[in-house]
C-alpha cells in the first residue's frame, strides 16, 4: 500500500513558481509530522520543511526560508509545498515523508533528520532553469 504520493514535479524558470503536492493515507496524515526532502544529483538528501498537521506549525531550512511555504488540507490528507522564486540550486527530488503514527508525532522545531521518518513517496523532480 502507498501511504504518500507527490505529484507537482517539473522544470521552471529561476524566479517562477511550482507547488508540490503530497496526498497521504489517513493514519499518516492525521496529527502527525509530515516533511518534504529533498536530493539533488551527488550530494544527501536534505531536509527541507516539515508541518504538523495536527496544529500546523512548521519548520524550514534557512535555504528555503522566505521562498518556500509549506501547507496543508486536512479534507485532503494533503501536504503542499509552494516554491516562490526557485533557484537553479533547488534542482532536486523531492520527497515527502511521514512519521510512525504510532510514535511521537510532533515535529522538531528545529531540525530534521530522516531517520525519524517512517513512510516515504517515490519522489516528484523539480528542474530549475537560469
Known amino acids: 500500500q502507498v501511504e504518500l504520493v507527490e505529484s507537482g514535479g517539473g522544470s521552471v524558470q529561476a524566479g517562477s513558481s511550482l507547488r508540490l503536492s503530497c496526498r497521504a493515507s489517513?493514519?499518516?496524515?492525521?496529527?502527525?509530522?509530515v516533511a518534504w526532502f529533498r536530493q539533488a544529483p551527488g550530494k544527501e538528501r536534505e531536509g527541507v520543511a516539515s508541518i504538523y498537521t495536527g496544529g500546523g506549525a512548521t519548520y524550514y531550512t534557512d535555504s528555503v526560508k522566505g521562498r518556500f511555504t509549506i501547507s496543508r488540507d486536512n479534507s485532503k490528507y494533503t501536504v503542499y509545498l509552494q516554491m516562490d522564486s526557485p533557484e537553479p540550486e533547488d534542482t532536486a527530488m523531492y520527497y515527502c515523508?511521514?512519521?510512525?503514527?504510532?510514535?511521537?508525532?510532533?515535529?522538531?522545531?528545529?531540525?530534521?533528520?530522516?531517520?525519524?521518518?517512517?513512510?516515504w513517496g517515490r519522489g516528484t523532480q523539480v528542474t530549475v532553469s537560469s
Open positions: 489517513r493514519p499518516y496524515y492525521n496529527s502527525n509530522c
Open positions: 515523508a511521514a512519521k510512525a503514527p504510532y510514535g511521537i508525532p510532533l515535529c522538531s522545531p528545529s531540525s530534521l533528520t530522516q531517520s525519524d521518518f517512517e513512510a
